[in-house]
């Protein structure tokens, strides 16, 4: 059981725009930021979002971070096939001297 | 541009203590930042193991703290993960990472590409 709380699956076609929401607490998204990653099938994570809202360099403008109380949402705009991945959203957690959290993730389908 | 690489035995008996190093191209550890560990069960999500600063300060998940020990080597440009005791449970692909932590913003801006580590006799 994560501590973040992800949907497990969701699907769009292309050109589409998919939200993918993300639900913690007080102690994580609550009090600090939320970051997304990306996982193409068989690669290592990437960093997608990070801060709530800012995009690394390389990541196009069609993906978008929100942030509200005790929960954020990753946004894809103008979907394309090569967006088909899992996608995690993670946050410091306060409790217990302070850790990384998870969600348990999110496999986007690209119909 | 920032290269990490995993590397250890892919393969540890049940009981044992998992040893994995990352080396790091690219950046020079002792500059700054956290470096941290991430785990993925085939199928599953990541988990967060721990970080550590070139100075050797260390977080570590309250749920593996017993288990885990993240040293670094600056002379080496690397940094290494043990966990004692495994089980089936810790099998996973091990993730290592640079972590960028200004609290209340904490994330992993580069990653390795993971190495498979399966506990079985």
């Known amino acids: 059981q994560s501590v973040l709380t992800q949907p497990p699956s969701a699907s769009g076609t292309p050109g589409q725009r998919v939200t993918i929401s993300c639900s913690g607490s007080s102690s994580n998204i609550g009090s600090n930021t939320v970051n997304w990653y990306q996982q193409l099938p068989g690669t290592a994570p990437k960093l997608l979002i990070y801060s709530n809202n800012q995009r690394p360099s390389g990541v196009p403008d069609r993906f978008s971070g929100s942030k509200s109380g005790t929960s954020a949402s990753l946004a894809i705009s103008g979907l394309q096939s090569e967006d088909e991945a899992d996608y995690y959203c993670a946050a410091w957690d306060d409790s217990l001297n302070g850790s990384v959290v998870f969600g348990g993730g999110t496999k986007l389908t690209v119909l | 541009q920032v290269q990490l690489q995993e590397s250890g035995p892919g393969l540890v008996k049940p009981s044992e203590t998992l040893s994995l190093t990352c080396a790091v191209s690219g950046y020079s550890i002792s500059s700054g930042y956290y470096w941290g560990w991430i785990r993925q069960p085939p199928g599953k999500g990541l988990e967060w193991i721990g970080s550590i600063y070139h100075s050797g300060s260390t977080y570590y998940n309250p749920s593996l703290k017993s288990r885990v020990t993240i040293s670094v080597d600056t002379s080496k440009n690397q940094f290494s993960l043990k966990l004692s005791s495994v089980t089936a449970a810790d099998t996973a692909v091990y993730y290592c990472?640079?972590?960028?932590?200004?609290?209340?913003?904490?994330?992993?801006?580069?990653w390795g590409q993971g190495t498979l580590v399966t506990v079985s006799s």
């Open positions: 990472a640079r972590v960028e932590q200004w609290l209340p913003s904490y994330y992993f801006d580069y």
